[in-house]
T-cell receptor, first 113, second 113 residues
Framework: ETGVTQSPTHLIKTRGQQVTLRCSSQ?????VSWYQQALGQGPQFIFQ???????GRGNFPPRFSGLQFPNYSSELNVNALELDDSALYLC????????????FGPGTRLTVL | QKEVEQNSGPLSVPEGAIASLNCTYS??????FFWYRQYSGKSPELIMS????GDKEDGRFTAQLNKASQYVSLLIRDSQPSDSATYLC?????????????FGRGTSLIVHP
């Protein structure tokens, strides 16, 4: 059974640029959630995708957008990067819609200069 | 503003002792409650979930929920140095017609030999 994977591991961008982060869900999982974790803070929910549809969104501006593909992998896109977007971005997959029994990937560390 | 509050610690306990971690939440409509463990530089890992008032035990871990007091706790018996990590409390709170996960900022636990 393959766990949740994310790419890239680390990324450095400059303010104003755009970035795409990728996540492959655990085998058999049809739900993917994205979180932002700033240093010393808990993860903040960005949004969830269930069977290719957005299924809930946290308090993030529209420049944070996402996609889920038929194989249930997912992308997080962030436009017009700001310095405060520097964080660890975590993807979590689950077998069912909702937030029970989530399995997190290793994360992507984004630094915005 | 909905909040999940945890003492950031560090909480330091000797090996073999009971570690007690606490969490309070602000929204009385909250449902599912979770404890995650996060080692430094790693992603969160689910260790306990609890949905109804009372205690739930799993090995050395016991989760306790008191909805009237809006309080959830985690007890770790026979603490080991390998339990040293940050423990995140997560609560599914009502939002946008559904439930949205809100994490506390975590409590750092240090178990010393």
């Amino acid at each position: 059974e393959t766990g949740v994977t994310q790419s890239p591991t680390h990324l450095i961008k400059t303010r104003g640029q755009q970035v795409t982060l990728r996540c492959s869900s655990q085998s058999g999982h049809n739900t993917v959630s994205w979180y932002q974790q700033a240093l010393g803070q808990g993860p903040q929910f960005i949004f969830q995708y269930y069977r290719e549809e957005e299924n809930g969104r946290g308090n993030f501006p529209p420049r944070f957008s996402g996609l889920q593909f038929p194989n249930y992998s997912s992308e997080l896109n962030v436009n017009a990067l700001e310095l405060d977007d520097s964080a660890l971005y975590l993807c979590a997959s689950s077998l069912h819609q909702g937030f029970d029994e989530q399995f997190f990937g290793p994360g992507t560390r984004l630094t915005v200069l | 503003q909905k909040e999940v509050e945890q003492n950031s610690g560090p909480l330091s306990v000797p090996e073999g002792a009971i570690a007690s971690l606490n969490c309070t939440y602000s929204d009385r409509g909250s449902q599912s409650f979770f404890w995650y463990r996060q080692y430094s530089g790693k992603s969160p890992e689910l260790i306990m979930s609890i949905y109804s008032n009372g205690d739930k035990e799993d090995g050395r871990f016991t989760a306790q929920l008191n909805k009237a007091s809006q309080y959830v706790s985690l007890l770790i018996r026979d603490s080991q140095p390998s339990d040293s990590a940050t423990y995140l409390c997560a609560v599914n709170e009502p939002g946008g017609g559904s439930y949205i996960p809100t994490f506390g900022r975590g409590t750092s636990l240090i178990v010393h030999p």
